[in-house]
Nanobody
């Protein structure tokens, strides 16, 4: 199994930046894709960005050009650099890892953007 621990959420003013981190442990060599999803109040969870083991990335249209997903050299920590934050980015952000035995999720970290 894969365990995920997130950090880096908080409160920021519109136009500001935050960086989220997610560190994986356990069967890390079985991970093929890591990513970030979010759930805003009253809305369904949505994909924000993903990155494959090979480094290919994918972004939701709403965050393209503002958010950047990356990993460290060991591929065990995934980052989400969020710039030019907007109030509509307010949500609980969840780290996700897809691996050979299925999918794992972090506990979520709150991001609040004030106007």
């Amino acid at each position: 199994q894969v365990q995920l621990v997130e950090s880096g959420g908080g409160l920021v003013q519109a136009g500001g930046s935050l960086r989220l981190s997610c560190t994986a442990s356990g069967s890390i060599f079985s991970i093929n894709t890591m990513g970030w999803h979010r759930r805003a109040p009253g809305k369904q969870r949505e994909l924000v960005a993903t990155i494959t083991r090979g480094g290919s990335t994918n972004y939701a249209d709403s965050v393209k050009g503002r958010f950047t997903i990356s990993t460290d050299n060991t591929k065990t920590t995934v980052y989400l650099q969020m710039n030019s934050l907007k109030p509509e980015d307010t949500a609980v952000y969840y780290c996700n890892a897809n691996h050979l035995k299925g999918s794992s999720w972090g506990q979520g970290t709150q991001v609040t953007v004030s106007s």
